[in-house]
């Protein structure tokens, strides 16, 4: 390889280019370029420093050749720093709706506290307390998902040479189930929730809270919710959602339509597009006046902004709507978090689910204990079930 130049068109400069013979891309622009005629000071030294550059690189060039085969890295190939390495993982294999590889980058410096960082100091240990700061922040699989980008992208350093042994192999990506069953919202609770209007300084919380029971989305995407979002003809709003970065479109139900009805009173025609549709106060006292307006109307549940979408899946699931619709409705683009997590996690009667097993009419002897001043009866308006044995209670 060796550095060619051709003077541009209009005489002023040398473009410098890469060559490597005279075949089909033979020739690679290096980006830069001399001044033919330096007419002063900068120009000058503009060419002095290009081609320093130029010798370095076409050094750099010939070590790398020279390399090929043989196992070695050349030092020229590393980055002193590693976050350097790591955001260039990101940039090359980053793709749309993907945030779990970007995530873990930003995680990994939050968790690390330095800003340079060389290979020498990423070990077993820093690895193994890396994943435990994961799960010690994160519920559900988000721990897992950053921490496998994490071992691919060390996979990945190790293949170009920055570690002898890669020291995240032997550490595996984990989940950290959630202990705590949400709280969602049964149908009469729903309607206790909505039948009342609130006290005025919580009326944008509340109608907030509204909008998700209706509509599904996240907390995080009604916070961000501007007019431009509202198509005022059709009542559908099409954005993009915080967390997953997909668009989704949403049609409006009547309830919906009212508050946006009822909003429109009070504002400038025409609406200003990047108004907010609800002015919330902070995510603290939105989740305190939503638990506070639940336990005024009477909802012993611990009741979160994360609520409104969970009730709007379980309750469209009870009325038998298939699972793929559910999640196309809550803006996934696959069933598997409608299977996994926006479902029930109880049974909605027990005791009906228990009486639908097969019961005989009369107890056998066996199982009619006789205990003094005790009479034991399985009834006398049993039905029989489908196994043709009588259903007990009834």
Request: glycine residues 6%; positive net charge; proline residues 7%.
């Amino acid at each position: 390889m060796k550095i060619v130049k051709q003077k541009s068109p209009n005489g002023k400069k040398f473009y410098l280019y890469y060559d490597y013979g005279r075949g089909p891309g033979g020739r690679v622009k290096t980006g830069m370029f001399l001044w033919t005629k330096p007419k002063n000071a900068i120009e000058k030294e503009h060419n002095e420093e290009t081609k320093k550059l130029m010798i370095v690189k076409e050094g750099h060039d010939i070590i790398d050749n020279q390399a090929i085969g043989t196992g070695y890295v050349p030092k020229h190939k590393f980055k002193e720093n590693f976050y350097d390495y790591y955001a260039q993982f990101v940039a090359d294999n980053k793709r749309e709706g993907n945030r779990h590889l970007e995530g873990s980058l930003n995680h990994f410096k939050i968790f690390m506290k330095k800003p340079v960082v060389s290979p020498l100091q990423i070990t077993y240990d820093v690895c193994f307390r890396f994943r435990a700061y994961l799960l010690d922040k994160f519920n559900g699989e988000t721990p897992m998902n950053y921490y496998s980008y994490f071992k691919r992208m060390m996979k990945a350093a190790t293949r170009d040479g920055y570690f002898r042994i890669n020291p995240a192999a032997e550490i595996p990506a984990k989940k950290n189930p959630s202990t705590d069953l949400p709280e969602f919202l049964e149908p009469d609770e729903f309607l206790k929730f909505i039948s009342v209007q609130p006290p005025p300084h919580m009326v944008e919380v509340i109608e907030a809270f509204i909008w998700c029971l209706y509509t599904g989305v996240r907390w995080c995407d009604v916070m961000a919710l501007k007019w431009r979002s509202v198509i005022a003809d059709q009542y559908t709003t099409r954005f993009k959602q915080a967390k997953t970065k997909q668009p989704v479109i949403v049609t409006l139900h009547e309830i919906c339509m009212i508050l946006l009805r009822k909003r429109r009173r009070n504002l400038p025609n025409p609406i200003p597009l990047d108004r907010p549709v609800f002015n919330l106060p902070s995510r603290t006292t939105c989740i305190k006046y939503i638990k506070q307006w639940a336990k005024e109307r009477g909802i012993e549940k611990d009741i979160s902004p994360k609520s409104g979408r969970l009730t709007k899946s379980i309750l469209l699931q009870d009325q038998k709507v298939d699972t793929a619709t559910v999640a196309a409705i809550l803006g996934h683009t696959t069933t598997k978090y409608v299977s996994e997590v926006y479902k029930r996690h109880r049974p909605k009667d027990h005791a009906a689910t228990v009486d639908l097993m097969p019961t005989p009419d009369q107890l056998p002897d066996y199982l009619n204990l006789k205990e003094p001043g005790r009479v034991i009866s399985m009834g006398t308006n049993c039905k029989p079930c489908s196994f043709g044995i009588t259903n007990a209670r009834q």
